[in-house]
């Protein structure tokens, strides 16, 4: 009889535990990605990694033994919409913080919102003026434009090329990297020597590329994202322009050589280590998470997994570890996430401090170059 009571009991504790963790509550973490439109080679791989990464956190057993729910809005590259879909998860969707957006546009549009609101974000894009001056509530995961810059003129300097062309596309990525561009060419001694742009919609780019083959010119940077800098690779091209040509990390994915096909032999840009992780030394602190996270992402979705979709997956990590830390309350998890020591990630090794919520240095980046439609490492 005593057994049987035992029993009994028993299966009534274990019936009662599974019923507190079935109940517990989901912790809301808001996305928001550019996964249609022009931005979409940006949000897709964003928006699959993102939610990779929870899936796995939750086969897990969640954080802490709670679920976490993933809210995921598509801004389209969007501000306006950006702006309607962080408002919507911030007063609806009650999210406790938000990664993304895509773009840099989009970040700077929804910024007034989380700091009034007071909800952490992670954003996934690359403009310095995200995170520079330092907000209280705003983080990010996308390496710097300015990093990106320096890694291009040391490369130049080694080369003994001091007279540049640059062409970026007109909206806020190009113009946060036309402005990088441009302050840090002196510090490395070199000359920009033209300076023109195209629009995010322009689909021949040759009068722009006329002008810079008759410039002097030894070099041609370009600044912009997917389609544009396809379009620039496959004019260079017609064009017979014979200059070195290097674009910014807002093409590092397979993305651009796809579009680019033939003329994007020979391109030279910097990127996060993903895209020739099989590359690196065992040493690297990042080979062990790449390599997992591209081994992932190709069971999941049948494609590798890119640059871009490493943003996010760093952004969901963070948060999942400032939440581990100290709790799933915004306050906590702004605070835990500027206390984020040596997190090796997928864009870098991060380091954030209240002076600094970019967390990276140029060591983030190594250069790449495309050759035999794949990408190599530029030793």
Avoid at 47 to 73: F, S, T
Avoid at 170 to 190: P, T, V
Avoid at 202 to 221: H, Y
Wanted: charged share 20%.
């Amino acid at each position: 009889m005593n057994n049987k009571l035992y029993t009994l009991f028993f299966f009534l504790v274990v019936m009662f535990t599974a019923s507190i963790v079935q109940a517990a509550q989901p912790i809301k973490v808001g996305a928001l990605f550019a996964v249609t439109g022009p931005a979409s080679f940006l949000g897709e791989p964003e928006r699959n990694a993102a939610q990779m990464v929870v899936d796995e956190i939750n086969r897990a057993g969640g954080i802490k033994g709670r679920p976490v729910k993933l809210i995921i809005y598509d801004t389209q590259g969007d501000a306006t919409r950006a702006v309607q879909a962080a408002t919507r998860l911030i007063r609806q969707d009650k999210v406790t913080a938000i990664i993304g957006p895509s773009t840099t546009g989009d970040t700077m549009a929804i910024i007034p919102l989380v700091e009034k609101a007071r909800i952490p974000l992670v954003s996934c894009a690359a403009g310095i003026k995200i995170t520079e001056p330092v907000k209280s509530w705003v983080f990010k995961t996308a390496q710097n434009d300015s990093l990106a810059v320096t890694k291009i003129y040391e490369h130049l300097q080694k080369r003994k090329i001091n007279k540049v062309a640059i062409l970026t596309v007109s909206d806020s990525f190009g113009s946060s990297g036309r402005e990088q561009l441009k302050f840090n060419a002196s510090r490395y001694r070199i000359q920009v020597i033209s300076d023109d742009t195209y629009g995010p919609k322009d689909t021949d780019m040759t009068p722009q590329l006329t002008k810079i083959r008759n410039s002097g010119a030894q070099a041609l940077i370009c600044w912009g994202t997917n389609p544009g800098p396809a379009i620039i690779a496959r004019n260079v091209k017609q064009l017979g322009i014979s200059l070195p040509v290097y674009m910014s990390h807002g093409v590092s994915s397979k993305k651009f050589i796809e579009l680019a096909g033939d003329a994007s032999e020979g391109i030279t840009l910097p990127s996060g280590r993903v895209l020739v992780a099989d590359l690196l030394p065992s040493s690297d602190t990042q080979k062990k998470s790449l390599l997992s996270f591209i081994s992932t992402y190709q069971k999941h979705f049948k494609k590798e997994g890119d640059h871009f979709g490493g943003h996010a997956w760093d952004a969901m990590m963070l948060v999942k570890s400032a939440i581990e830390r100290g709790g799933d309350s915004p306050s906590a998890i702004r605070s835990q996430l500027e206390k984020t020591r040596n997190f090796a990630g997928i864009g870098g090794v991060f380091t954030f401090t209240p002076n600094d919520h970019s967390g990276l240095a140029k060591d983030a980046f190594v250069l790449v170059k495309v050759k035999g439609k794949d990408w190599t490492l530029v030793r």
